[in-house]
């Protein structure tokens, strides 16, 4: 011991102070603050994440519409590129020296550590050359993809197309998308887009100092594994649908058929169509422009975009509402001399001077004057003030699925028009109104829009007598055959099953008797019932329509059918109409070819008069022809697929 | 005749305990840092963790040959081992093998030798033979020059190998200067000059100046009568104002750029998370996540993937501070405390001189390296890379730590004879 002997405390003291320094330092970084423990699973924590197949759509017989097929992403990381022969390179990938610097600078803005997209989709003969001599390019890898696959190329409009996702997409998704997933953008595919999509598996992979994994975090127990998406089978025939769309081949129209014991639609055509396999793949974007800027419009959705009045078929619906009125019955006659007066000095022309005609023959021969007569009575002659009898009109009318959406399983359907009281109140200036105001919606002419899907409908509601299921396209989901609620509820359309008897027996005469308007569309053996219709075009040639179902028993099949600019409902709508109907039915056709031809080669596209025919392939009714002349048809579109031989 | 007394009679056991302890828990540090899931025995020969098992036999037996030694043998050849040690830091400087930049190790068969780790305990030891020989009175300038030229020669080798912070452990043993009597003012005055050292590098030199030339003006207005303080004041202001400028000047001339880079991330001057503040960042980053409790023993991912480089050796601390969380650095830190505590109570109980200053001596080098270690790895002070005594990977740093604090255990098992 010595003088100096307190200044151990003082030593001490220090020793104490740093030790409680370091102490606070360390509580603060291990305890208090958090930011190093993110920092920590940041270092260590990939999450990789694994894809799933997209789902398989199916036709009801289970053949597929569309698949997967494997692509390959040439991908690059440019931190690891070394130097390289970059012509060889830029001839085996297909771009040129400027497309290649710019992507790889795009890629090094990116990131210069982390992988990104090179070139998109490689062709499989470009990966298999290209794969060979990989090894010569470092830094570059190629990733494995599945893109889809249409095999028939058929259905476009229905199926839709995937894309890569939006930012606003990105955005709504709470997460779910990141940046270069693709997704439903159209059809099928959007509508069904939760389920296709299937669910994203993650790995969470811990990686040491040089990115190396190094296994599974927690041995792999907050590892999802992907789950492939959901197998859809839609309600559609292919054979059917392929069928159809050769048949409207160069027409710009729809045709909807639909199972009406289920709401089920059979055939979903848009024309003109495309290729679905154009919205796959590299030229996508090329493509997509392409067919938006084509004036007949194939992006566009007929069957439930294109609004029409519907014509002449308007007037089954007529004979329904007004025997359900009671203001008509089947013994109902009326004198038709050419046209229907009505006011002062209006007049509604009618095609023929029909004379003397009743419910049955108004149909079969698509009188205008029966239902002027017909609509004057449901409106002026209801006992009420006529602005409410058309309220009354109105509503049993869009009970029958007009005038607003069906909810079909596709976006962007479109409501139609059911003109309401008081848009006439506000066009004459007062209620004070009466059938004469508005007589052209007696025959589907006027302010009706009505689209081939509700055209449909209501050939599914005439054929179940008075009840429909709300049109679909997908029939099940995966295993479990489960489709929406909606698409099981029976709808009423609230007229007696009774009242649709005598209408059906017009429409099957329409088709069936030697006077029908649509004689020369008669299958033989089935007795198919359908309704003309020519709907007046101001912009041009009239468009030609056709609503039917068959058999007039136990129904299995209904259809609707427009083509535009084509004229009389008789002469193209109908034919098509009923070769549809045959193949659905028999699973084949027994028409004969010049028949067929007549249809398949005519183009009645706007602009493109080429509507003339040849001699010699004038229409003859069906029955007709000879025996030897109904030529089992060799055409490969028409092979038969079904058990009628 | 007194009774021939056990070697290992008053051996203070409570210090063997914790020097124990403190290498255990290196020791499964060090299996944990670099984890082999291969070789997953902690006794495999061919790993770090297998060597520093026999690193720490061997120190411990090299310990207990210490104690059977007389302790007068480290008085009377302190010289010997201080000129031994010089030979071997000119040596390594001519035959020495360069490992990471220094030329510091010379390689011995499959072992290299660190000679700088043995310059600490021999010029400790030389220290205090002479501050304990007769008349030497530490106020006297010529003393002080003496033990200058004591701790100066092996860091000027040191610092040519160029081992900065193997270097700088020798300016902790002002602390033995202190207890012996030199002025207070050294330890105030070297405080003083590390915060302008810091203040210089931080703030611009004009800012500095004002506030300098404020202090002093506040402290002059204060004691206006006290004309030996005015003129203090003056001296002190002055020569603040030239070190200012030589820091500036050494700062930017004559540091290395590493070195100013560490400084530069230390400070927060630079943020420099992939270059030089990788190292500290990655450490704070692995203590950090260890939270209170820790990952659990062989469960960090920071240390086991090799995020933070060295973590065997200079950032062994990150490893405890992953694992075992704040506890476990609670723990060591606590025995670190007591160990440094119960030396200088060791240092003071001595009746020899000699004794206690090298106990003193003992104390400031364990304080430096556990202060300084510890230190980078939070983030306190700048990236110099010396070991965690006893818990590092490292033989040679392991056994001088060993004779270091043998020595003092076998001095004061016989504290009651005369040296």
Known sequence: MNSFFARKFVIQGIFIAVALILLTRIFYIQVISDKYLLSANNNVLRKVLI????????????KILVQNEPVYDLMVIPKEVKPFDTTTFCKLVGIDL??????FKKAKNYSPYKASVFEKQLSATTYATFQERLYEF?????QNRTVRRYPDSTAAQFLGYIGEVSEKAIENSNGFYRQGDYFGISGVEKSYEELLRGQRGVQNLMVDALNRPKGHFADGKYDTLAVSGERLISSLDKELQKLGEQLMNNKIGSVVAIEPSTGEILSFISSPGYDPNLMVGRERGNNYMKLLNQPSKPMFIRPIQAEYPPGSIFKVINALVAQQFGQINPQTTYYCPGGYRYGRSGFMACTHVHGSVNLISSIEESCNTYYGYTYNLMIDKAGMRPVNAFKKWRNAVSRFGVGDRLNIDLPNEKKGLLPSADLYTKRWGSDKWGSGFNISLSIGQGELGITPLQMANVMAIVANRGFYFKPHLIQAIGEKKVIKAEYTKRNDAGIDPKYFEVVIQGMSQVVNSPSGTAIYSKINGIEMCGKTGTVQNPHGEDHSVFVAFAPRNNPKIAIAVIVENAGFGSTWSAPIASLMVEKYLTRSISRPKAYIDRLLDANLLPGESSLKQKPGSKLKPDS????AQRLKLAISAFKKTGKND | MIKQRSPFFNVDWIVVITFLTLCIIGWFNIHAAVYDPEKPSIFNLDTNYGKQLIFIVSAFILGLVILLLDSKFFNTFSPVFYGITLLLLILVLIVGRNVGGNQAWIPIGSFRLQPSEFAKFSSCLLLA??????????QDLRTQSVCAIILLIPMSLIMMQPDTGSALTFTSLVFVLYREGLSGYFLI????LIALFVLSLLLSKVFLIFGLILIAGLLIYNNKKNRSFITTVIYGFVISVVFIFCVDFAYKNILQSHQRNRIDVLLGIVQDLKGEGYNVNQSKIAIGS??????GYLQGTQTKYDFVPEQSTDFIFCTIGEEWGFAGSFVVIGLYLFLLLRIVNIAERQRSSFSR???YGVASILFFHFFINIGMTVGLAPVIGIPLPFISYGGSSLWSFTILLFILLKLDSNRMGII
């Open chain 1, 624 to 627: 007709n022809l000879k025996k």
């Open chain 2, 129 to 138: 033979r002479y501050l304990s020989s007769v008349n030497i009175k530490i």
């Open chain 1, 51 to 62: 894809y799933p197949a997209r789902g398989i759509i199916l036709d009801r017989y289970e």
């Open chain 1, 98 to 103: 400027e497309g290649f610097h710019k992507r």
């Open chain 2, 357 to 359: 200053i090298y106990g």
């Open chain 1, 138 to 142: 470092k830094g570059f890898f190629v």
């Open chain 2, 290 to 295: 260890g939270g209170m409790w820790g990952r």
């Open chain 2, 189 to 192: 005055i070297t405080a003083i």
